[in-house]
C-alpha cells in the first residue's frame, strides 16, 4: 500500500494507546505482554522487600505496582461486560 508516495510497512502488530492489537484483531499478544509486565513488577517486588514483611505492606505494593497494570483497558479483557468508570 501506499500513502502520499510512501511505502506502507505491514506489522503484525501494533500498539495504540498501549494495547497491543494484530492483524485479527485477537488479543493474546497483549494479554500476554501484560501477565509477562505484571509478573516481573512482583517479582521485583517479591525481591525487594524479603519475606519479613508483613501482608499488608506487600498487599500495599502488590495494588500499587502490579495491579494498575491488569486493571487497565479492562474492556479488552472482557469486551461485553459493562464497566463504570
Known amino acids: 500500500y501506499y500513502l502520499d508516495g510512501l511505502i506502507l510497512e505491514f506489522v503484525d502488530t501494533f ?3 498501549g494495547v497491543i492489537f494484530d492483524q485479527k484483531l485477537c488479543f493474546t499478544t497483549h494479554f500476554k505482554h501484560i501477565v509477562s509486565q505484571s509478573r516481573r513488577v512482583c517479582g521485583m517486588i517479591k525481591r525487594s522487600i524479603g519475606f519479613n514483611v508483613s501482608t499488608n505492606v506487600k498487599l500495599l505494593l502488590f495494588k500499587a505496582l502490579a495491579r494498575p497494570i491488569l486493571e487497565y483497558s479492562p474492556q479488552v479483557w ?6 463504570k468508570f
Do not use: G
Not at 472482557?78 to 464497566?83: D, E, I, R
Open 78 to 83: 472482557s469486551p461485553h461486560s459493562k464497566w
Open 15 to 17: 500498539k495504540d494507546l
